[in-house]
């Protein structure tokens, strides 16, 4: 039998609270909100299953790839991803668009809970998605390097920001 554990998006509003964040509880399972990192603006949707007892957490970059660039966008994603220790990044069709925008998603089985995981799970992705959102915007410029020394230098860590 599942011990039955409490909702962990209640830690999380209160990790957001603690921030002084504007969100949304869409229902008891699903909890949205915004964030402006130094980058970009993110679309954070908390999604958490009862019965599976894990939580899937998705953070959209407000980048907009057209069709032209998914080929460029599959590719340097899945380079990405064979980078990053937790998590992944996807393309999702934006509604009503033929665009498509970069999305960090994670899900996490939830044997703990509590605001420091809200803490370190909020702060690892958007750590994860300023340090990558350049290679995205990077696609859509057409600089004419050939392909491997444009993912070295997207890929680079920088020092410092502007």
Not at 2 to 16: G, Q
């Amino acid at each position: 039998m599942i011990e039955e554990l409490n909702n962990p998006l209640d830690s999380a509003e209160d990790f957001l609270n603690l921030q002084d964040w504007s969100f949304q509880r869409l229902d008891d399972d699903q909890l949205y909100f915004t964030v402006e990192g130094d980058r970009g603006t993110y679309r954070v949707l908390f999604i958490w299953d009862q019965q599976q007892q894990a939580m899937q957490y998705c953070c959209e970059l407000d980048i907009e790839l057209d069709a032209d660039t998914l080929t460029d966008g599959y590719q340097v994603i899945g380079e990405m991803n064979s980078k990053l220790w937790l998590g992944h990044f996807d393309l999702t069709l934006n509604k009503g668009k033929q665009t498509y925008s970069p999305c960090f998603r994670y899900t996490s089985l939830m044997p703990s809970q509590g605001v420091a995981f809200m803490k370190e799970l909020i702060s690892y992705t958007l750590q994860e998605c300023e340090r990558l959102f350049d290679v995205f915007s990077f696609l859509d410029e057409g600089t004419p390097l050939p392909r491997a020394e444009k993912m070295t230098l997207m890929m680079s860590e920088a020092a410092g920001s502007c």
